[in-house]
């Protein structure tokens, strides 16, 4: 983890600075941008571990180029902004977000949280889940050799979060899990976040594996207690 590569996106010089030296005595690799055309170029040329995005910045906002990089990497993405509210949280998920932190920031929690979304993102199944090629239920089938995903054998893109969501119910079919256990094994016991993370990302990940999201037949909801995969063949 020491030696990652971080990309720090922050148009104000200060906060670059400061976060970079601080990373850097960590042990991390730093390179940084001021804005969103060189964070896309410095994304395909550089090939960050992860990335610090900030949301308010000149010519393209933060989610847009948060989009954009969704389009060509699962590499993880914390935004920092001075947006506060859970609406913006819940926009920077939407747009494929891994995180969110505010500022002021105080750079300990930024460290343990760039930690976290490292260790979360590691590899998604072991050598020993890698010997049986296809994980299915239903209509839905997961390769866990190149971790496509596939519904009635088209293949739909899930960032990483979503992914791991999906595979972690479809390997426990039937079992029902509050959204405190699916926050705490997917995103860890030492992540800050919000719950509302989990209903995000359930609503997301119905939209793109259920017929009808509106009446999901796989990923359902147990009402007071938490959501399951149901099994359906």
């Not at 926009?91 to 505010?102: P, V």
């Not at 190149?146 to 969501?165: G, N, P, T, W």
Request: charged share 30%.
């Amino acid at each position: 983890m020491a030696g990652d590569k971080i990309l720090i996106v922050e148009d104000d010089a200060d906060i670059r600075e400061l976060t970079s030296l601080y990373l850097k005595k960590k042990g991390f690799e730093v390179i940084t941008a001021e804005n969103g055309a060189a964070a896309l170029k410095l994304t395909e040329t550089a090939d960050p571990q992860l990335i610090l995005l900030d949301v308010l910045l000149p010519g393209m906002e933060g989610f847009d180029i948060c989009r954009e990089i969704r389009n060509k990497t699962e590499t993880p993405i914390i935004f920092l902004s001075c947006k506060r509210s859970s609406s913006d949280k819940i926009k920077g998920l939407n747009a494929g977000g891994d995180d969110y932190i505010t500022k002021p920031f105080d750079l300990a929690e930024l460290e343990a949280r760039i930690r976290a979304n490292l260790r979360r993102n590691g590899p998604l199944a072991s050598g020993e889940e890698k010997k049986s090629r296809y994980l299915s239920w239903g209509e839905v089938k997961v390769d866990l050799n190149s971790f496509d995903v596939f519904v009635k054998e088209e293949r739909v893109s899930l960032y990483a979060k979503e992914l791991q969501l999906l595979l972690f119910l479809m390997k426990h079919p039937n079992q029902v899990f509050s959204s405190e256990q699916l926050y705490n094994h997917i995103w860890g016991f030492d992540h800050y976040g919000d719950l509302k993370t989990v209903s995000v990302h359930i609503r997301n990940l119905r939209k793109k594996i259920e017929e009808n999201p509106a009446k999901p037949e796989y990923i359902q909801t147990v009402r007071g207690f938490g959501y399951k995969f149901n099994n359906k063949k």
